[in-house]
């Protein structure tokens, strides 16, 4: 295998700022000594200040002349710390929730809108969260405010409210890169509110109601284009049987009949009513010849 693939561990421990494998030195064991002297010397009494009781969901990373005393974090449990020469720090490890302010932003159709969300993160490696940040739950605030209005300024106003949840994997992607130094890993990242003007959603509505208006009036003309390719067929079928025309308005009538009593409508053929009135027609011209 080549040398110069570093495993997995050394990586990881040039990645923390402070932990190296250097000796404390002669001053250093000669303080070591001293305060392992005066524990000693006031036993019972400094055993309760130096034994420490980290919970299961914390760690501690202890500091002993300034540098990091072990790449891993100890706990949980009982730990020693030495009065004089050592300070540890807690690190908490549950998922810790980071609400994100409205971000004024401008998207790539020029349109200002307000959106705000959540950031699911938690700290997973505790030397590298008290080693290589300052404040690290602070820095993963801002870092996520940042994100959020660079992912969505190069989003327009519409792919922000169809695609929230690509656009929120994306922001966690970012994030989780970005975070990884910090020993941060983010677990999730959600848009919560989607903030437009008045005026805008005004706008928008309208259109959205012309767009159904448009989409009714094109409905509605289909129909008509089918009832009337209907009735086609239905006179075709009517023209070839003359006593069908006669059962329909049979039935017509039976109901009119039910629904409404008081008003019957009896339609007659148009030949009857041409009947009548020829025989009438011709009686009226015969009777000035009588008399």
């Known amino acids: 295998m080549d040398s110069r693939v570093s495993s997995p ?24 000594s001293l305060s392992f002297l005066l524990v000693i010397i006031t036993f019972p009494i400094s055993i309760w200040m130096c034994l420490k009781i980290i919970k299961e ?10 540098r990091i005393q072990a790449d891993k974090a100890k706990g949980p449990g009982l730990i020693l710390v030495l009065p004089c020469i050592d300070v540890f720090v807690k690190v908490d490890l549950r998922t810790i929730t980071c609400n994100i302010p409205p ?21 997973y490696s505790a030397v590298s ?7 690290v739950h602070q820095a993963t605030f801002l870092l996520a405010q940042t994100t959020l209005r660079n992912v969505l300024g190069t989003q327009t106003l519409s792919q922000i409210l169809a695609g929230r949840e690509e656009i929120a ?5 970012l994030l989780d890169d970005a975070t990884d130094l910090w020993g941060i890993r983010v677990a999730r990242v959600e848009i919560k509110d989607v903030r437009i003007p008045v005026q805008l959603q005004r706008s928008m509505a309208a259109e959205a109601e012309a767009t159904r208006e ?8 289909e129909g008509e284009m089918n009832a009337s390719k209907s009735l086609k067929s239905a006179f075709m079928v009517l023209a070839e049987s003359p006593i069908a025309l006669q059962l ?11 629904e409404k009593n008081s008003t019957i409508v009896f339609p007659l053929p148009m030949n009857i009513l041409e009947g009548i009135g020829g025989i009438s027609y011709d009686n009226h011209k015969k009777l000035p010849n009588k008399a």
């Open 129 to 135: 969260a008290v080693a290589n940040v300052n404040n």
């Open 57 to 66: 969901y914390e760690r501690a990373v202890v500091f002993r002349l300034g």
């Open 214 to 221: 448009a989409r009714a009036k094109v409905l509605a003309a």
């Open 248 to 258: 329909r308005y049979l039935q017509t009538l039976s109901t009119v009949a039910t």
């Open 9 to 32: 561990e050394k990586q990881d421990k040039e990645n923390f700022v402070g932990v190296n494998n250097k000796r404390l030195g002669v001053c250093g064991w000669l303080l070591f």
């Open 169 to 173: 994997h994306s922001i966690q992607t």
């Open 103 to 123: 971000q004024e932003i401008l998207t790539r159709d020029s349109v200002t809108t307000q959106v705000d969300g959540v950031v699911y993160y938690r700290v």
